[in-house]
């Protein structure tokens, strides 16, 4: 069996392109995978090191506001989708898989020009541009929330799979927060300000963080790598608040925490579900069309999270917002209660076995 997969530009899109093929390969054993993305973006370096064959396109998002650079991506783009249907007429592929990022759209141009089955996998609660002008006539497209079950009404079948991601982070072995220095008997609230970081978050964190040295619960603070030293500069924080740049396997060690406070990306999102771990979510106001805002209201809407906007977000309301769930058992057990009734599906297994179907 060949496959192509597509994602480009974010985490947010390339994890969960490698668990969809991660599954294929324990289902193939015959199975030959082609990766295509984009030629400067962090899959170019990702992927080749797994071992998968790569084609790189050179092509980039449209800014509304430089024409010029625009009319120029248009030419690459007509291009790009030249050099797919020659990339295709040589693999061969038996279904191409776009799974986001603007790089799919020639991909899945070229591959519906040539009759092959196409698959779309969107990650959002709120579908991106090059999913929507794609979907007319996709043979399916594979959701991580039922809220966009209606959002395709061109596409051949839609279907409700959850986000690859959740997957395997139902299969981490749990990190004990022991292991971390955190007491057995005290509560653990993890807040992530990100990978990398955010100078944003990060100057309406410290305010809250110096204000908690009497709450009974503890913190784990992942500041991000590039500013996790200008945040611990000059500070002297509560005992009960640990800093770190960066937290590895996070997602086991959440399967030890009592609250997340995170951002409301759809890989994010898709762990909370898996782990059933409420949340107050801090959507990011600075991506495309708010899409974590609308991420994380599908989370309110079921119950299951807490929602801070971040022009919003202050210590004394932070503190208000996890002291209710702190000291509220009957509010918080229910959150639990609602995140174990959603059905999160074994997503990769789900799309594996939607595509097969397709295929026949």
């Known amino acids: 069996m060949r496959i192509i997969v597509s994602a480009g530009g974010t985490g947010g899109h390339i994890y969960p392109a490698l668990a969809i093929i991660k599954k294929f390969q324990e289902q193939e054993k015959d ?5 295509i993305g984009t030629h400067n973006r962090m899959e170019k370096d990702i992927v080749p090191k797994m071992g998968y064959k790569y084609e790189a396109l050179e092509i980039y998002g449209f800014s509304k506001t430089k ?4 009319l120029k991506n248009a030419l690459l783009i007509k291009k790009a989708y030249q050099k797919c249907l020659n990339i295709m007429q040589d693999f061969k592929p038996d279904v191409v898989i776009g799974v986001g990022g603007y790089v799919t759209y020639p991909v899945i141009k070229a591959a519906k020009k040539l009759g092959i089955k196409t698959v779309l996998h969107e990650q959002n609660s709120i579908p991106g541009k090059s999913n929507i002008w794609l979907s007319k006539n996709i043979d399916l ?22 986000n690859p991601c959740g997957d395997g982070a139902i299969n981490l072995e749990k990190i004990k927060k022991e292991s971390l220095g955190f007491k057995p008997n005290k509560k653990l609230i993890i807040i992530v300000a990100g ?3 955010s100078k944003t978050l990060n100057e309406k964190f410290k305010p ?11 913190v784990l603070y992942i500041a991000g790598k590039n500013l996790y030293a200008d945040f611990v500069k000059d500070t002297n924080f509560p005992a009960n608040v640990k800093v770190v740049p960066y937290m590895d396997n996070l997602s086991a060690l959440m399967k030890d925490a009592y609250l997340i406070i ?3 990306g759809a890989s994010t999102i898709s762990e909370l579900l898996a782990l059933n771990v409420p949340s107050i979510l801090i959507p990011s106001p600075y991506v495309a069309n708010n899409h974590q805002y609308y991420n994380a209201l599908d989370l309110v809407n079921l119950g299951v999270a807490e929602l801070i906007e971040e022009k919003n977000l202050k210590a004394d309301i932070l503190q208000i917002t996890i002291n209710e769930l702190i000291n509220n058992e009957e509010k918080y057990t229910a959150m639990v209660e609602k995140l174990k009734k959603i059905a999160v599906k074994p997503a990769s297994d789900t799309i594996y076995q939607e595509i097969k179907e397709i295929l026949k």
Do not use: H, M, W
């Open 31 to 35: 199975l030959e995978v082609l990766y």
């Open 262 to 264: 995170t951002r409301a």
């Open 141 to 162: 497209i594979c959701v991580s929330s039922e809220s966009t079950l209606n959002s395709f009404p061109k596409a051949k079948k839609v279907i409700y799979t959850g």
């Open 195 to 197: 990978s990398l970081g």
């Open 208 to 218: 809250f963080l110096n204000l908690i040295d009497e709450e009974d619960y503890e």
């Open 67 to 70: 024409i010029i650079q625009d």
